[in-house]
C-alpha cells in the first residue's frame, strides 16, 4: 500500500469509526461529516440501490416510510411477528430523538431500522445520517440502510452514504397507502402484480391520522393474511439480496455509443445487434422450438398455422406460447383466471411450467409492446431477467434468444411510439450484450430507412398499426434462419 492510498484508508476508517460511534476520541459530527465530504471525489464504492432482486422463490420485502404512532406500534409489532413477516422501519433525526422507547422495542423485536433522510443535498444527508448514528449508538444497533422520499439517488449521495457505512439506499417498486388495501382480495391483487423480488412499502407519513389506527391495522392485516394464503416470504433487503439468482455481467465502456438513443438522427441502426447474418437453416432448425411473445407472435403463429395447411413441413415442429396483451411484466403475475398466461394442452400455465412440460431446445421471446405503457425501462429489463431465470431454473439446457421489438407504422401517434420502441430497443440489446444472452435483432429487418414499419408489411395500419401481413412473417422467419448462433 503507498503512501497515498494508506492515507486514504486512515481517513475513510476514520470517518467510518466516527459514524459507528466506534472512535477511540469522541470525534465531533462536523470532523466526521468533514471527512466523509473530503473523500467523495475519489471515492469507488457506492451504496446499492435496493428496489428489486432476481429471485427463484415468492420472497419479496416490506417497509414503513415512517414509525406508526405509538399507541399502534405494539400491533403492528405483534402482527408482523405472528405472519413471520420481516420489515424496515425508517426513522429520522426528529424521531430518534422523541421516540427512542419505540425504536428501542423495534429492534429488540428483532425488526430492521432504516435512515429516512430529510433531504437528498449530500452534505445534509451525511450529517442527518450521522445524527441518526450517534443515537442508535446505546442500542448497539447500526443502521444499514437510507431512504429518500422519493427513492432518488444521485451517485455522489450514494458514495457518500457508503463512506457513512450505509449499505444500500432504498427505491420501493411499489407504495401502499395506509388506507391502500379495503380486503384480503385487494392485497391477493397486489401480489399477483408484484414481481418476486420487489421492495414494497407502507405509507404511514402522508396518512390520514384520523383513521390511522382502522386503516394501517387493516392493511397490514390483509397483507399478513395474502403472503400466506399465495405462499410469499416477506423477508429482510439483505437476505432478499443473498437471494438472487447470480449472473455474470460484461461492463460495457462508457463511451460505447451504440446504445445512445442521441447517437441515431433516425431510429435505425446500419447493421443489427446481437447474432450478425449467417449461412441459412433450413426450416427443421425450429424443431423443438417454442415462441414466446405478445399479439404480434400470434400473428406468426396463425401464419404458421395456415402455410401447414399446404406444407405440412413449415417451420417444422415448432410451438407457440402467445397470447394477446402478455408482456414481461405480466408473464411474472400470478396464475388467475383473468391473467395474460398462455395456454398449452388446453392448460392455462405460467410460461416457465410450460416450457418445462414442453420437449424443446430453444426458445424464442418477443416481448415489450405492452410493458413499454406499463413499466420503466429499468423495470421491464428487471422483469425479462427474473423470467429468464424462471425459464433456466426449471428448463437449465434450453438456448434462450430474446427478440427485439418490432416497430410500428409512421402514422401511428398511440402509445408506444416508434421512438419509444427503439428506446427500449437499444436498453434490450444493452442487457443482452451484458448478461451473455442471445439477442436476434428482428426489428432490424422490419424497419424502413426512417425506422418505421412499412404500410406494406402491416394488416392493421388503419387502425392499431403495429401487426403483421403474411409477407411481413415471412420476411421474420428468413431472418431468423439467416441469423443463427453459431456453433464454436
Known sequence: MNIRSYRRFIIISAAILAFTGCSSKKDSGEDAVAAVMSELETAESSAEICSSYTVADKKISILFNGLPDKDLLPQVIQMLSDGGISALFF??????????????????????????????????????????????????????????????????????????????????????KADGLSSKEDAVMLLHRTTKGSVISFDIVNENKDSAADSLINTVGFMAEALSEKGFSAVSVADLKDSQSSTEVIKIDENDKRFDINSYEKYVTDKPFGIQESEAKTEDYFNNTVFVGDSISVKLRMYAEYMRKINGSFMGNAQFLTTQGLSAGNALWELTDESKHPYYNGEHMLIQDAIAKMDVDKVYIMLGINDIPSYSLDRYLENYQTLISLIKEQSPNVEIYIQSITPCIASRTKIPTNKEIFTFDLALAKFCEENGYNFVDVAYAMRDENGNLPDSYCYDADTMGLHFTNDACQKWIDFLLTHTKQEE
Request: charged share 30%; proline share 2%.
Open 91 to 176: 426513522t429520522d433525526s426528529s424521531d430518534t430523538e422523541k421516540r427512542s422507547e419505540d425504536i428501542a422495542e423495534i429492534v429488540n423485536s428483532g425488526f430492521d431500522i432504516g435512515i429516512m433522510l430529510k433531504s437528498i443535498d449530500v452534505k445534509k444527508a451525511v450529517e442527518e445520517i450521522y445524527n441518526v448514528k450517534q443515537s442508535f449508538s446505546s442500542l448497539n444497533y447500526e443502521p444499514k440502510y437510507i431512504m429518500s422520499d422519493d427513492g432518488e439517488y444521485s451517485e455522489e449521495l450514494l458514495k457518500a452514504a457508503a463512506l457513512s457505512g450505509i449499505d444500500g439506499a432504498v427505491s420501493p417498486v411499489c407504495t401502499i
